[in-house]
């Protein structure tokens, strides 16, 4: 199965797009995705605990993904 992912802030800066298509295992979860994304080059340099969405609404860890869905990885964010 395919599912999108975008990426925001230093995540799209650090992997140099804004969105990838991971192909994955049926019954993968979010944190599969998560784990795919650390896998590449330079993830090391990331937060290591970002929000996640599919299809526009936060999502858990273990959530099951379906083709098609869209994963949002969004780092934490600081202001004041």
């Known amino acids: 199965m395919t599912v999108t992912v975008l990426l925001f802030a230093s995540y799209a800066d650090t992997l140099g797009t804004n969105q990838l298509e991971l ?47 869209e994963v949002a990885i969004i780092p934490p964010v600081a202001g004041g």
Request: glycine content about 10%; proline content about 9%.
């Open 23 to 69: 192909d994955l295992t049926s019954g993968s979860t979010v944190s599969d995705v998560l784990g795919r994304i650390r896998d590449m080059p330079g993830a090391d340099r990331l937060p290591p605990e970002p929000l996640v969405a599919v299809n526009e609404r936060y999502a858990q860890r273990g959530q099951v993904l379906a083709s098609g869905d």
